[in-house]
């Protein structure tokens, strides 16, 4: 397909999912509880070309790196995996409607402030073939339609999925509200984020190369799903928490190197160094991982000398930077220049450091004397995420059904004009 | 001053106001609400050089329009009123630190979502010097840093303003969190939303033309405050609400017809339309409202006909588009295709047709039997208004005070690690 084909099809489907948002937006919750229990129907019944779809993908991607075949790989088990989460969905609370704010204004006007979908959302992801029905499944859950534009490594398992989505959809006339960019071209992405009117938002899932290239062509809103570049700080008061600490330490660096909450650089204060510096690193080293340090932790431990790249990095591997921190300020300034604001740790016995640190570090997420790992919406209790945003503006950390509305004021009077 | 000094000298201001938004973010509300106060007595201590200055300006505006003019000067009266705003602003409650909700997670771990600053913002507007110490006070009020960029009209006015503003701020070492840009140079702006990590929002409140430049060219998040083309929509079920539908055409259209919440259009149910059309023209006939009718209202009241270009036209000035709609869903096809998003009413008395139109009109205030003009953020009891967003992300319509505020995920625990 030529650029102008690529930028025509895209206008097409943008425009089809504008038009689908509008029955979408008015469906009760009810019917777009049925609604997500047939896509999950829809799933299981179409496992065999779901997998046949995803032998293909397979088999044109002999070039991907193990870690990539493994995620872009499907199994029975995975597409059992997919339906049920998107019966997970179907069972979450609708957030459509829900009153925010309502009050008796001093004229007499019933003020409510509401939850309303979004209207059209772009998804745009790479590898993973379950993106496809969780991003479905959660667009319909809060009301909105939906144009999704995976990897093209995943093609023909999208396209799949996307068929099994769509099919209830259909005969519920709204078949249109799940779009599919069904093309690998590069183009599409930078047609698609600048349809101002017919497209709300854009959520961009992926590499710096993705996000990069949404960020800089986007008019449309867009909230990024970033890199975790997340610390954990070891303060001094550290009384009866060596043990706490070093768990943290651990969990956070190797209970699952390669996702975004991981832990990628440890702090010690000084005045606690000697005592936990050589105490973390070991426990680490002994669970595989490469500890890169600075000068003060290569003369405790023996490890390899970090370079300045070593604290922007995220390693998504069994790899740690290790330094040591002046003060619990020095600390927040190294995560301030150092941080992409995902995540941050503090371990420590004091409240006011506790509170100084939460007040200085500007984290999505801050972790008082707990793992890093827990930065999750699962684990928050918002249910099934769209992703984390690393953005500050409209959802700021796991990002879920809630944060896919925005609100609607309305006023009820009986006549009243402003005087 | 060239493109590279004007691109080094935001940079300049924009990094001094980032690290400035520090020491702010970590300051006791109190404490600001102190400087509010002084920043209005600052004000009223430099009425004299702010109406000089202002004096410059309007020499140098000789080809300004009469209400261009208007909204640029200052008497002693608006300079008080400048400060008795701040004065308003600093009695607001403090939105830093509230908890938006809070738990205890299965695990133990207590789980807070708390309101914090977005960091810097950067608002550029246009012609009116009070925006300036409004901008200012809001942004101290939330906690957050402020680049200024106002009108090149206002030059004068509005660094006299920054002046008076920030000595208190300089006396508490914070004097760097308002940032003024002191340039005509509409480069600056194009410089400045392209600073990534360094500015966190950009808030433009002008002219199609600002907003267009601002959002082509920014990378960094944007909430708009863009125009408002508002519509009214007279139902079918109006008996016994005539008068009010009437008082409401006059007052939304006529009580100041230059704002962004005044009515651009009316349109009639086809079923009362030889009742109401009449009626309502007439009315606004008699407050020197021009009226440019479709067919059906020419014939009805003579008016004169609109043109395609009519219903797509905000006038801020005393004219009105009438047309008459076949049904409720023809009205709201009309207002989807035409609108802007912002503010909608509908007269009726049937609880049916209501709800129907605020469901399928997805505009930001949604009207029932009661004037547009109430979309205010003074009338919903918000305080101080930075504007009208226009985007559905992040703020939508009135934004005040706590619209300049993101979260914080804080969750503190005993050393839980995830399994």
Redesign the interface.
């Known amino acids: 397909m030529n650029d102008d084909a690529t930028a025509r099809m895209c206008d097409r489907i943008a425009r089809t999912a504008n038009q689908a948002a509008?029955p979408l937006?008015?469906m009760p919750g009810g019917e777009r509880t049925a609604l997500l229990d047939a896509i999950a129907d829809a799933l299981e019944g179409a496992e065999q070309s779901i997998l046949d779809a995803n032998g293909r993908d397979l088999d044109a991607g002999q070039d991907l790196t193990a870690a990539m075949r493994d995620r872009l790989m499907l199994t029975s088990e995975r597409v059992q995996r997919m339906a049920d989460a998107v019966r997970a969905i179907a069972r979450q609370p609708d957030p459509v409607g829900r009153t925010l704010e309502g009050?008796v204004?001093a004229n007499g006007?019933r003020?409510e402030k509401r939850r309303?979908p979004?209207?059209v959302l772009l998804v745009i992801y790479e590898s993973r073939p379950n993106v496809t029905s969780d991003a479905a499944a959660l667009c319909i859950r809060s009301g909105n339609a939906v144009v999704l534009k995976g990897g093209s490594e995943a093609m023909h398992s999208n396209r799949a999925i996307v068929e099994a989505v769509r099919r209830p959809l259909e005969d519920a006339g709204v078949g249109d509200a799940v779009g599919f960019v069904d093309t690998p071209d590069r183009t599409a992405v930078t047609s698609l984020v600048r349809m101002?009117g017919i497209v709300?938002?854009v959520i961009p899932r992926g590499g710096p190369g993705l996000i990069r290239a949404v960020?800089?062509s986007a008019?449309i809103?867009?909230?990024k799903h970033d890199a975790g570049l997340c610390h954990l700080y070891i303060d001094r008061h550290i009384e009866g928490?060596e043990?706490?600490a070093t768990?943290?330490a651990?969990?956070?660096k190797t209970?699952r190197p390669g996702v975004c909450n991981a832990i990628e650089t440890i702090l010690v204060h000084r005045d606690v160094a000697e005592r936990m510096v050589p105490r973390v690193v070991d426990a680490l080293k002994q669970r595989g991982v490469d500890v890169r340090g600075d000068a003060q932790v290569c003369a405790l431990t023996g490890s390899v000398t970090a370079t300045d790249a070593d604290w922007d990095t995220e390693y998504l591997d069994l790899i740690v930077s290790v330094a040591v921190a002046d003060s619990l300020e020095a600390a927040c300034e190294h995560i301030?220049i150092h941080g992409s604001q995902h995540t941050e740790c503090i371990v420590t016995s004091s409240i006011g450091a506790?509170d100084r640190f939460?007040?200085?570090v500007?984290?999505?997420?801050?972790?008082?004397?707990?793992?890093t790992?827990?930065?999750d919406g699962g684990?928050?209790?918002l249910g099934a995420e769209i992703g984390i945003s690393t953005?500050?503006?409209?959802a700021?950390?796991?990002m879920g059904a809630e944060d896919l509305t925005?609100?609607?004021?309305?006023?009820?009077?009986?006549?009243?004009?402003?005087e």
């Open positions: 509008l937006r008015t009050r204004l006007i003020l309303v979004i209207g101002n709300d938002l960020t800089e008019t809103p867009v909230v928490l043990e706490v768990a943290i651990v969990n956070a209970q301030r506790a939460t007040a200085l500007d984290s999505a997420n801050v972790m008082v004397n707990c793992s790992r827990f930065a684990e928050y209790g953005d500050k503006l409209h700021r950390g796991p925005t609100f609607q004021w309305v006023l009820r009077g009986s006549g009243q004009v402003r």
